[in-house]
């Protein structure tokens, strides 16, 4: 009588263990590299929306500067306020900083400090007004503009920020 042996054709322990680790070294790959495509998008989002948030505003400025007709300093602070009311709020419907609730009057404080000299918070029905009607905007991330007629520059701020930094100079730096 003769036995026969089969070979069993399968796989042992050993090359299952390392087919694992391979397996979860190469997930653990994917998910750190998607973790930090996932960060970049937001980044250009938020860079984005500021970008377009900055270049409307600019058009308000470069009319407020037109509507002075010379140089800001050489106008009284109450024309230089009846200019801003006729464009910046009465035109573009921005929210002077006094204007605003306390919880986000702080929260612009604690970005910016105490001077909210040409300050202007920017809400929903203003971005719209603006025809950005796709940034949105909550009680915990909104955008706010600083305004500066001498230099005709905008200063574009977010409230939430991108890793401890909020306005779109500094963002752009990153």
Same mark, same amino acid.
């Given at each position: 009588m003769r036995?026969?042996?089969?070979?069993?054709?399968?796989?042992?322990?050993?090359?299952?263990?390392i087919i694992i680790i391979i397996l979860l070294i190469i997930a653990s790959i994917g998910f750190?590299? !998607?973790?930090?495509?996932?960060?970049?998008? +937001?980044?250009?989002? /938020?860079?984005?929306n500021m #970008?377009?948030?900055?270049?409307?505003?600019k058009e308000y400025v470069e009319e407020v500067v037109h509507e002075m007709g010379i140089k800001p300093e050489d106008l009284t602070q109450e024309q230089k306020e009846e200019i801003y009311q006729k464009i910046y709020i009465d035109?573009?419907?921005?929210?002077?900083?006094?204007?605003?609730?306390?919880?986000?009057?702080?929260?612009?404080? !604690?970005?910016?400090?105490?001077?909210?000299? +040409?300050?202007?918070y /920017?809400?929903?029905?203003? #971005?719209?007004?603006?025809?950005l009607n796709n940034i949105e905007v909550t009680q915990d991330n909104f955008f706010f503009v600083i305004f500066d007629e001498?230099?005709?520059?905008?200063?574009?701020y977010n409230s939430k920020g991108y890793e401890g930094v909020y306005s779109l100079t500094q963002i752009q730096e990153l």
């Amino acid at each position: 009588m003769r036995i026969i042996l089969k070979k069993e054709n399968g796989i042992t322990l050993a090359s299952l263990a390392i087919i694992i680790i391979i397996l979860l070294i190469i997930a653990s790959i994917g998910f750190s590299s !998607s973790k930090n495509l996932i960060k970049n998008s +937001n980044l250009e989002s /938020l860079k984005t929306n500021m #970008l377009l948030i900055q270049a409307k505003a600019k058009e308000y400025v470069e009319e407020v500067v037109h509507e002075m007709g010379i140089k800001p300093e050489d106008l009284t602070q109450e024309q230089k306020e009846e200019i801003y009311q006729k464009i910046y709020i009465d035109k573009a419907q921005m929210k002077k900083s006094s204007e605003i609730e306390e919880e986000i009057k702080s929260k612009i404080i !604690s970005i910016v400090g105490d001077d909210l000299t +040409n300050c202007y918070y /920017l809400d929903k029905n203003t #971005l719209e007004n603006m025809g950005l009607n796709n940034i949105e905007v909550t009680q915990d991330n909104f955008f706010f503009v600083i305004f500066d007629e001498q230099d005709i520059s905008v200063e574009v701020y977010n409230s939430k920020g991108y890793e401890g930094v909020y306005s779109l100079t500094q963002i752009q730096e990153l």
